[in-house]
């Protein structure tokens, strides 16, 4: 029996900005793997919706990009 939550199907978009990159424990800031312009999938529960000039946009961690597509 699966939770009504893991039935929920992944979400596309696009990406429209990156950050400058993590912060790995040794110091050094690594570079993200996703880039402006790229499709990816994530769950329906990543992210925060806000709002940015008359459009909302989904602000999320790298960590819940479930995969980037094609």
Same mark, same amino acid.
């Given at each position: 029996? =699966?939770? +009504?939550?893991?039935? $929920?199907?992944? &979400?596309?978009?696009?990406? *429209?900005?990156?950050? +400058?990159?993590?912060?790995?424990? @040794?110091?050094?800031?690594?570079? %993200? &793997? !996703?880039? !402006?312009? +790229?499709?990816? %999938? ?5 992210? #925060? #919706?806000?709002? %940015? &000039? @008359? #459009?909302?946009? =989904? =602000?999320?961690? #790298? $960590? @819940? *990009? %479930?995969? !980037? *597509? $094609?």
């Amino acid at each position: 029996m =699966l939770p +009504d939550t893991a039935k $929920d199907k992944p &979400q596309k978009g696009k990406v *429209i900005a990156v950050g +400058d990159g993590r912060i790995t424990k @040794d110091g050094k800031r690594r570079e %993200l &793997q !996703v880039k !402006v312009g +790229d499709n990816i %999938l994530f769950t329906s529960y990543a992210g #925060e #919706e806000i709002k %940015l &000039q @008359d #459009e909302k946009v =989904l =602000l999320m961690r #790298e $960590d @819940d *990009i %479930l995969a !980037v *597509i $094609d």
